[in-house]
């Protein structure tokens, strides 16, 4: 079997306790994602998704395991896996402006200056910034507009792998749709492979492929991956119509709520930990097909 686009094998992350001993974040987590994939990954606060995510982007070493894209290890950050954090890391210094087409000028070193402007603002106009905002310091903005702004340099960038740390969670409920829709876009219209935490079940049903679910620390796993099995594009309103969405929701809900507890603190032994495939399709139910309602419950 060839290896997936993204390549997680026996990610162990353990640092000390502040009491002198040991804490196990998680072991051997080990996973795939495909090219093109967009996946979402849910879990209690805690559990280890954010660690996770900094080793993917190459900002934190593993205490044993690797991370492989695309055949290549990942080690150090690189302008191929693009990085929004929950607390938005702009550099104070630069205008709005400048945060995003710094790192434009570096990926696309052969651009004219007004070509990399352009499409700077193209993207800040996508997250709704434009006009005499794209000129202020990041401390001239609200929190919301700041975490915009790192949305469109990440956008911007046109990374092969986005990595989205609850990219959403300052937003009001409006804009936070808008964005939703424009990232969709993006997504749809590139070969981008997305990987994103986010603790809103919602939005990982409308914007994912799949789903990981993760249980709680510590001795954390990924124990299981949900298919999203309603077909795109998806609209936010219509999507609560589907036959698959609340069967779907109410297995994330149920896992979230009772199995995360129940699955945390068992050493892995050695062995790969790897997420049991979970399909729920209420729709081959209804047609009379063959069943294909396959909900895995560990
Ligand atoms: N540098 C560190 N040193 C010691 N412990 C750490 C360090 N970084 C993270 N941890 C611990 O590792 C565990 C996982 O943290 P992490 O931030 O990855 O969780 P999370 O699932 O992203 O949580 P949240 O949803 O609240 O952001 C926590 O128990 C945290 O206290």
């Keep these: 079997m060839s290896k997936p686009y993204l390549s997680i094998e026996h990610l162990t992350q353990r640092f000390?306790?502040?009491?002198?001993?040991?804490?196990?974040?998680?072991?051997?987590?080990?996973?795939?994602?495909?090219?093109?994939?967009?996946?979402?990954?849910?879990?209690?606060?805690?559990?280890?998704?954010?660690?996770?995510?900094?080793?993917?982007?190459?900002?934190?070493e593993p205490t044993s395991g690797v991370v492989k894209m695309d055949g290549f290890e990942v080690s150090g950050p690189s302008l191929d896996r693009g990085v929004v954090f929950q607390n938005y890391s702009l550099?104070?210094?630069?205008?709005?402006?400048?945060?995003?087409?710094?790192?434009?000028?570096?990926?696309?070193?052969?651009?004219?200056?007004?070509?990399?402007?352009?499409?700077?603002?193209?993207?800040?106009?996508?997250?709704?910034?434009?006009?005499?905002?794209?000129?202020?310091?990041?401390?001239?903005?609200?929190?919301?507009?700041?975490?915009?702004?790192?949305?469109?340099?990440?956008?911007?960038?046109?990374?092969?792998?986005?990595?989205?740390?609850?990219?959403?969670?300052?937003?009001?409920?409006?804009?936070?749709?808008?964005?939703?829709?424009?990232?969709?876009?993006?997504w749809g219209g590139t070969e981008q492979t997305v990987f994103m935490i986010t603790h809103d079940?919602?939005?990982?049903?409308?914007?994912?492929?799949?789903?990981?679910?993760?249980?709680?620390?510590?001795?954390?796993?990924?124990a299981e991956s949900v298919e999203i099995t309603i077909p795109r594009p998806r609209n936010r309103t219509e999507i609560i119509e589907h036959p698959n969405y609340y069967a779907i929701r109410n297995h994330l809900v149920q896992f979230l709520g009772q199995r995360s507890k129940a699955l945390s603190g068992e050493p892995s032994g050695g062995e790969a930990q790897r997420p049991a495939p979970v399909r729920i399709d209420k729709t081959a139910e209804v047609a009379g097909d063959e069943p294909h309602l396959r909900a895995v419950n560990l």
């Design 16 to 60: 000390p306790d502040g009491q002198g001993g040991t804490l196990t974040v998680f072991e051997d987590a080990t996973f795939g994602i495909e090219k093109g994939e967009f996946v979402c990954i849910l879990g209690h606060s805690g559990c280890g998704k954010s660690t996770i995510m900094n080793i993917l982007a190459g900002l934190a």
């Design 201 to 222: 079940i919602d939005e990982a049903i409308l914007l994912a492929d799949r789903i990981l679910l993760m249980s709680n620390g510590p001795y954390a796993r990924v």
């Design 91 to 186: 550099l104070p210094w630069l205008s709005t402006l400048k945060n995003v087409s710094f790192g434009v000028a570096a990926r696309y070193p052969k651009w004219s200056r007004a070509k990399v402007l352009e499409h700077s603002r193209d993207y800040l106009a996508m997250v709704g910034l434009e006009g005499d905002v794209i000129h202020r310091k990041p401390s001239q903005l609200s929190g919301g507009m700041r975490q915009r702004v790192s949305i469109a340099r990440a956008f911007a960038n046109h990374p092969k792998l986005l990595l989205l740390d609850e990219p959403f969670g300052a937003l009001d409920a409006l804009t936070r749709g808008t964005i939703q829709d424009e990232l969709l876009k993006i």
